[in-house]
């Protein structure tokens, strides 16, 4: 059973610059979170799907952000228009529907200078 | 108020000690606790769910009460390797149209020495 797989690990990017993240979740697990944590800080819930559904979406998600889930599989994070406050760790989490417990991928860590 | 609240430490214990953390949360309806160990520059991972009966893993212990809003994790026996950040987590569940997000508190560091 492998775990939860985040790809690039690190990202380093000027402002203004567009990225992308992707997450592979645990196979057969139908809902997918990311979260962002900053240094000192939990992690904070940014979006959810079940299946290729985005069913909820924090406030912190402006409009610079955007999730897909196309196939109900993996899952892309973007950022347009990167300011140096979207530094941070992005965490995706896959859990199996009926279950709570959530399993963390490694992060994708975004630095913006 | 912050959702859940925690003390951030850090704790500094010697190995052998026996330490415990507490951590509250506001929302009354929140249904389901955790306690999640994160490694510096990790990802954070489950290390027990919380129940109100209480339960214990090994050296772990955490409580729950719901009256109080207040949830603990006592270590016993402090190993080196216990050196983390310890996230108390809540989730609300959903009855409360809260989907199944989480909810986490700054954390806990813990230092355990020689």
């Known amino acids: 059973d492998t775990g939860v797989s985040q790809d690039p690990r690190h990202k380093i990017t000027k402002r203004g610059q567009n990225v992308t993240f992707r997450c592979d979740p645990i196979?057969?697990?139908?809902?997918l979170y990311w979260y962002r944590q900053t240094l000192g800080q939990g992690p904070e819930f940014l979006t959810y799907?079940?299946?290729?559904?985005?069913?909820?979406k924090s406030r912190l998600l402006s409009d610079r952000f955007s999730a897909e889930r196309p196939k109900g599989s993996f899952s892309t994070l973007e950022i347009q228009r990167t300011e140096q406050g979207d530094s941070a760790m992005y965490l995706c989490?896959?859990?199996?529907?009926?279950?709570?417990?959530?399993?963390f991928g490694p992060g994708t860590r975004l630095l913006v200078l | 108020r912050k959702e859940v609240e925690q003390d951030p430490g850090p704790f500094n214990v010697p190995e052998g000690a026996t330490v415990a953390f507490n951590c509250t949360y506001s929302n009354s309806a929140s249904q389901s606790f955790f306690w999640y160990r994160q490694d510096c520059r990790k990802e954070p991972k489950l290390l027990m769910s919380v129940y109100s009966s209480g339960n214990e893993d090994g050296r772990f212990t955490a409580q729950l009460n719901r009256a109080s809003q207040y949830i603990s994790l006592l270590i016993r026996d402090s190993k080196l390797s216990d050196s983390a950040t310890y996230l108390c987590?809540?989730?609300?569940?959903?009855?409360?149209?809260?989907?199944?997000?989480?909810?986490f508190g700054t954390g806990t560091q813990l230092k355990v020495e020689l």
């Open positions: 196979s057969e697990h139908n809902r």
């Open positions: 799907f079940q299946n290729e559904a985005q069913l909820e």
């Open positions: 987590v809540v989730n609300m569940g959903w009855l409360t149209g809260g989907g199944n997000k989480l909810t």
């Open positions: 989490a896959s859990s199996r529907g009926g279950q709570e417990t959530q399993y």
